[in-house]
């Protein structure tokens, strides 16, 4: 079993930055990819980005690489969503979800665990 836990969400002004951290719990499994997804007001949720958990290989959404990144400490059994220039259209709740998988995924299907969710709140 997974379990997944985030936190760092809150409110920031445009230009700014958050991190975002989810404490994951993965068992005795290996083959995990940790993703990053987003869903604002109104719309579906979408794909950040992820990052396998074995060997850290790293995959992104066109719109949001080189802004935002992901990294995990495996020390500590977590994973960090970076969030940098943020926008008011960054506003969302942000979830961290794991896939079963060797290779980087942006499907949303591919991922059978969620954290709770995190909001994050980008003011003009």
């Known amino acids: 079993q997974v379990q997944l836990v985030e936190s760092g969400g809150g409110l920031v002004q445009a230009g700014g930055s958050l991190r975002l951290s989810c404490a994951v719990s993965?068992?005795?499994?290996?083959?995990?990819?940790m993703g990053w997804f987003r869903q604002a007001p109104g719309k579906e949720r979408e794909f950040v980005g992820c990052?396998?958990?074995?060997?850290?290989?790293?995959d992104y959404a066109d719109s949001m690489r080189g802004r935002f990144t992901v990294s995990r400490d495996l020390a500590k059994n977590t994973v960090y969503l970076q969030l940098n220039s943020l926008a008011p259209e960054d506003t969302g709740v942000y979830y961290c979800?794991?896939?079963?998988?060797?290779?980087?995924?942006?499907?949303?299907?591919?991922?059978?665990?969620w954290g709770q969710g995190t909001q994050v709140t980008v003011s003009s």
């Open positions: 990052i396998t958990w074995s060997g850290g290989n790293t």
């Open positions: 979800g794991a896939a079963r998988t060797w290779l980087p995924t942006r499907v949303h299907s591919r991922y059978s665990y």
């Open positions: 993965t068992g005795t499994f290996s083959d995990i990819v």
